[in-house]
């Protein structure tokens, strides 16, 4: 991972302006991604992964507005882009690889077609023998065979694993320096899943280019991620490497991910330990943190006033007073003990 700041997050904030009233799908969010790094943007359905990637790549849609905050690409402001400047950023320098292969691929044009679309529309000096031939090292840099003959098929004659490969073909065509995957693999089984993990920790390490991988799936973060951010109701709940995440969760709501999931290496059979409650209401979010009603270590001031991300060890952030609370304790038991 290199120490060079590609995409710089600073307290954004999109909400969705519907007939019932303002929904803050992402409410001042932060995280830098540097060169050659893979983030992996972790929590349930709902929590605004989704919505933050759209906003950073410019493609999100009425009634949904960023109302705060910046997004930084390499120094250039990218909310303050012209839409010409939006498009070359998308493809240019960005590339990214969405949940249903199936409904982004048109099924009406050859994959060759769309590959070649894909790079044509953003480099218009490529003849069209060398987008194709362009096009075919794609497809057989994602591990798909007989490139040649593939190209001229329709997405229907593809399986959803080759769809997937396609997609991942077409976002990376234009070499771009960062790759937003959102859930790439929740459509595929498990043995293709893997697959296209592989492939992925594969082309990263080839290319150099840094990925934002988006998942409700803990397992597939600890195969592939550098740093993971945990997300809920729009906030960064817990931020930090992989092993800071796994084995020393510092929020309660990371801690409550990790308990609900079933350990393989455990020899004796324990009950998996739901995280009680529902998910919040986003346009009647709480006051103060927004697990604080499900929390199992809620405190007054927890209803009433949002904790902030504060550093509990090198790089690992956690929004959760308990960490002041813990602070003051340590603090008082020394005092004592100079007593």
Same mark, same amino acid.
């Given at each position: 991972?290199?120490?060079?700041?590609?995409?710089?997050?600073?307290?954004?904030?999109?909400?969705?302006?519907?007939?019932?009233?303002?929904?803050?799908?992402?409410?001042?969010?932060?995280? @830098?991604?540097?060169?050659?790094?893979?983030?992996?943007?972790?929590?349930?359905?709902?929590?605004?992964?989704?919505?933050?990637?759209?906003s950073?790549?410019?493609?999100?849609q009425?009634?949904?507005?960023?109302?705060?905050?910046?997004?930084?690409f390499?120094?250039?402001?990218v909310?303050?882009?012209?839409?010409? @400047?939006?498009?070359?950023?998308?493809?240019?320098? %960005?590339?990214?690889?969405?949940?249903?292969?199936?409904?982004?691929?048109n099924?009406?044009?050859?994959?060759?077609?769309?590959?070649?679309?894909?790079? %044509?529309?953003?480099?218009?000096?490529?003849?069209?023998?060398?987008?194709?031939?362009?096009?075919?090292?794609?497809?057989?840099?994602?591990?798909?065979?007989?490139?040649?003959?593939?190209?001229?098929?329709?997405?229907?004659?593809?399986?959803?694993g080759?769809?997937?490969?396609?997609?991942?073909?077409?976002?990376?065509?234009?070499?771009?320096?960062?790759?937003?995957?959102? $859930?790439?693999? !929740?459509?595929?089984?498990?043995?293709?899943?893997?697959?296209?993990?592989?492939?992925?920790?594969?082309?990263?390490?080839? %290319?150099?280019?840094?990925?934002?991988?988006? !998942?409700?799936?803990?397992?597939?973060?600890?195969?592939?991620?550098?740093?993971?951010?945990?997300?809920?109701?729009?906030?960064?709940? $817990?931020?930090?490497?992989?092993?800071?995440?796994?084995?020393?969760?510092?929020?309660?709501?990371?801690?409550?991910?990790?308990?609900?999931?079933?350990?393989?290496?455990?020899?004796?059979?324990t009950?998996?330990?739901?995280?009680?409650?529902?998910?919040?209401?986003?346009?009647d979010?709480?006051?103060?943190?927004?697990?604080?009603?499900?929390? $199992?270590?809620?405190?007054?001031?927890?209803? %009433?006033?949002?904790?902030?991300?504060?550093?509990?060890?090198?790089?690992?952030?956690?929004?959760?007073?308990?960490?002041?609370?813990?602070?003051?304790?340590?603090?008082?038991?020394?005092?004592?003990?100079?007593?």
């Amino acid at each position: 991972m290199s120490d060079k700041v590609l995409l710089d997050v600073k307290d954004l904030k999109v909400s969705f302006f519907t007939h019932a009233g303002e929904v803050k799908a992402v409410d001042g969010i932060s995280y @830098q991604i540097h060169e050659n790094e893979v983030m992996g943007i972790v929590g349930e359905s709902g929590s605004g992964k989704s919505v933050e990637a759209y906003s950073i790549m410019g493609l999100l849609q009425s009634p949904g507005k960023v109302i705060g905050g910046s997004v930084t690409f390499e120094g250039e402001d990218v909310l303050a882009y012209t839409e010409e @400047q939006r498009r070359q950023f998308r493809g240019q320098r %960005t590339g990214m690889i969405f949940q249903n292969p199936m409904t982004c691929l048109n099924p009406v044009y050859t994959i060759g077609d769309q590959l070649m679309e894909a790079l %044509t529309c953003h480099d218009k000096s490529i003849s069209k023998e060398e987008a194709k031939k362009r096009a075919i090292e794609m497809l057989e840099l994602v591990g798909i065979n007989n490139a040649d003959k593939r190209i001229e098929q329709y997405p229907h004659e593809f399986s959803g694993g080759m769809r997937q490969r396609a997609m991942i073909a077409m976002a990376m065509i234009c070499r771009p320096k960062l790759l937003i995957a959102d $859930e790439p693999t !929740t459509a595929l089984d498990v043995t293709i899943q893997a697959q296209i993990l592989d492939l992925m920790r594969d082309l990263q390490k080839k %290319t150099g280019m840094a990925i934002i991988f988006i !998942t409700h799936n803990l397992g597939v973060v600890a195969e592939i991620c550098d740093r993971v951010s945990v997300m809920y109701a729009g906030h960064i709940m $817990e931020q930090g490497s992989v092993d800071d995440i796994f084995y020393s969760p510092a929020h309660p709501y990371t801690d409550g991910l990790m308990r609900s999931m079933p350990n393989l290496d455990e020899k004796e059979r324990t009950r998996l330990i739901p995280i009680e409650g529902t998910p919040v209401d986003l346009l009647d979010p709480p006051k103060g943190c927004s697990f604080g009603p499900r929390c $199992e270590h809620c405190m007054k001031i927890c209803l %009433t006033k949002k904790p902030p991300l504060m550093e509990v060890g090198d790089g690992h952030l956690s929004a959760c007073w308990l960490h002041i609370k813990e602070f003051r304790d340590r603090k008082k038991l020394a005092k004592e003990g100079e007593v």
